[in-house]
């Protein structure tokens, strides 16, 4: 089976930097997502990782270690629009399923 | 255009009712999947689909099933609706690739048993 832990909120400053960490366990592993999720809207894609190391997109970055089953989610320069839930997904191998942890509840305040 | 849409945006019936939701995707991609999203707003996987296989997600109720006319169609029927099913169906498709196969959400319908 997969468990991937995230933490259930977090608040931030706006034009700070924010850290979203993951944690999952999976027997077989192809892959790991980041999604952005505002309220009452679909998920959107925002980073994959297959290989450890980060991966850099404009002001969100992710990371990921395979020997610690282990992600992050970094937003720079955070914006007001950033408030959204943050949904950390894991795809097995063989499988082309995503398994979603809860979602991290980001608010931005000024 | 929209790549991924959904119909309806809202469904409200009454339990053991018999109701369908329909998705279309107009990305060309083989794989298309079906997610519930509860009221605590967890995503969770419910079937995948492409012309080759369906893989159902073994918690998955058997009132639940999915139909897919052809490739850029899945829709989801249910039977007897329960309260329980109340929640948020997502539709997703994506292209199967090696490395990075990036899901495509449609609107998702908001479904309310009463």
């Known amino acids: 089976g997969q468990n991937i832990d995230q933490p259930t909120e977090m608040t931030a400053t706006e034009g700070a930097i924010v850290q979203i960490n993951c944690t999952y366990q999976?027997?077989?592993?192809?892959?790991l997502f980041w999604y952005q999720q505002h309220a009452g809207e679909a998920p959107t894609f925002l980073s994959y990782n297959v290989l450890d190391g980060l991966e850099e997109k404009g002001r969100f970055s992710s990371f990921l270690s395979r020997s610690k089953g282990y992600s992050y989610l970094l937003l720079k320069e955070l914006q007001m629009k950033d408030s959204a839930s943050y949904l950390c997904a894991v795809m097995r191998a063989g499988s082309y399923q995503l398994t979603f942890g809860k979602g991290t509840k980001l608010s931005v305040i000024p | 255009d929209t790549a991924v849409s959904q119909t309806p945006k809202y469904l409200v019936t009454q339990m053991g009712n018999d109701k369908s939701i329909k998705c279309e995707q107009n990305?060309?991609?083989?794989?298309m999947y079906w997610y519930k999203q509860d009221s605590k707003k967890f995503l969770k996987i419910m079937f995948s689909?492409?012309?080759?296989?369906?893989?159902i997600n073994e918690t998955v109720p058997n009132r639940f099933s999915p139909k897919s006319p052809d490739k850029a169609h899945l829709n989801l029927h249910i039977n007897s609706l329960e309260l329980g099913d109340s929640a948020v169906y997502f539709c997703?498709?994506?292209?199967?690739?090696?490395?990075?196969?990036?899901?495509?959400f449609g609107p998702g319908t908001r479904l309310t048993v009463l």
């Open positions: 999976t027997s077989g592993f192809n892959g």
């Open positions: 689909y492409n012309n080759k296989e369906l893989i």
């Open positions: 990305l060309g991609h083989d794989t």
């Open positions: 997703a498709s994506s292209q199967e690739l090696a490395g990075e196969n990036e899901q495509f």
